[in-house]
C-alpha cells in the first residue's frame, strides 16, 4: 500500500526520503557527471533526474535507440558536472526550460483526471518544499476519474492530502488524487479509464477546491505533466502562469 509513501503533506520538504529507495540505485556523481545504470531505468526517467532532455542525454552518449541503454552502463550527463550541494533548490529556470509546464512527454500516456480545469500548480519546489504532482483548481463537486485501468488500493484520508483515492495500474505505476469532497470508490475495487472516482474539493492543506494529481512510478513521484496528452483547443484543460492550490 502506498499509504507511507503519501503520509505527508501534498507538498513536502521531506520527499527525498520518500523516493531514497528507488535513487538509491542510481549511484549518481554529480562531480564527475555520471550516470550508472540500474535495473528498470529508462532514458527517459533518467533525463528526468538530471534535468535535461532525452535527445541531449542521447547525443552525449551515442544512443540512436533509447531501448539501447544496458543495466550497468555509465552515461555522461551533459551540463550536470556540479556540486548540488552548493546549488539553490532546482528549478525548471536552472535547466533551460521556458516554463514549468514545459515537459518531454513520457511513453507511458495517462488520461487527465478531469475534463476541464485550470492546472493552477506544477511539479516542483514550490515555497522550498518539494511538489510531487500538479494542482487542478476546478468547481467544488467537479468528477475526477481514473487515469487509466487499475486497483484502489486505498481510499481515506490523509494528512495534507485531505480524502485521497489511489489507484495502481500496471508496470509499476500509481496515480493519487488528493483534496477530494468526496470519494466514490473502495479499496480493493477495479477501475476502469475514465470511470468517476471522486469529486473535487478543499479537504486537505488546500487554499482552495482543487484536484491534487501525482503519478508515481517504482513509488518515486513523476512529473504527471509527462504522462499527460498536451491539452488542444477542443479540451477544456488550460494552464495558469503562477499560483499554487
Not at 523516493?19 to 564527475?32: D, E
Not at 552518449?61 to 531501448?67: E, F, Q, V
Not at 501525482?214 to 512529473?223: C, F, H, Q
Not at 498536451?230 to 503562477?242: E, K, S, W
Request: aromatic share 8%; with cysteine.
Amino acid at each position: 500500500m502506498l499509504a507511507a509513501a503519501c503520509a505527508g503533506c501534498a507538498s513536502r520538504a521531506q520527499s527525498a526520503s520518500s523516493s531514497a529507495s528507488y535513487r538509491s540505485y542510481a549511484r549518481r556523481n554529480l562531480h564527475t557527471a555520471s550516470h550508472t545504470v540500474a535495473p528498470g531505468e529508462t532514458v527517459y526517467h533518467i533525463a528526468h533526474q538530471y534535468g535535461v532532455t532525452t535527445d541531449r542525454l542521447m547525443a552525449a552518449n551515442n544512443l540512436a535507440d533509447p531501448r539501447d541503454l544496458r543495466v550497468g552502463q555509465v552515461l555522461v550527463i551533459p551540463g550536470a558536472g556540479f556540486d548540488d550541494a552548493a546549488m539553490p533548490p532546482a528549478t525548471a529556470s536552472m535547466f533551460a526550460l521556458p516554463d514549468p509546464w514545459s515537459v518531454a512527454r513520457a511513453e507511458r500516456q495517462f488520461a487527465w483526471p478531469v475534463t476541464a480545469g485550470t492546472v493552477s500548480s506544477p511539479f516542483g519546489m514550490r515555497n522550498g518544499a518539494m511538489h510531487d504532482g500538479v494542482d487542478i483548481a476546478a468547481p467544488i463537486g467537479t468528477p475526477v476519474y481514473a487515469a487509466d485501468d487499475g486497483t484502489v488500493i486505498f481510499e481515506g484520508h490523509l494528512h495534507g492530502y485531505g480524502n485521497v483515492v489511489i489507484v495502481q495500474h500496471s508496470g509499476g505505476y500509481v496515480t493519487v488524487y488528493g483534496h477530494n469532497r468526496r470519494n466514490l470508490v473502495s479499496e480493493g475495487s477495479r477501475v476502469a479509464r475514465g470511470q468517476q472516482i471522486a469529486e473535487i474539493g478543499t479537504s486537505g492543506r488546500a487554499t482552495g477546491p482543487n484536484l491534487h494529481f501525482e503519478v508515481r512510478y517504482n513509488n518515486t513521484a513523476e512529473n504527471p505533466l509527462a504522462y499527460l496528452p498536451q491539452p488542444d483547443g477542443t479540451t477544456g484543460i488550460t494552464f495558469a502562469r503562477n499560483g499554487g492550490s
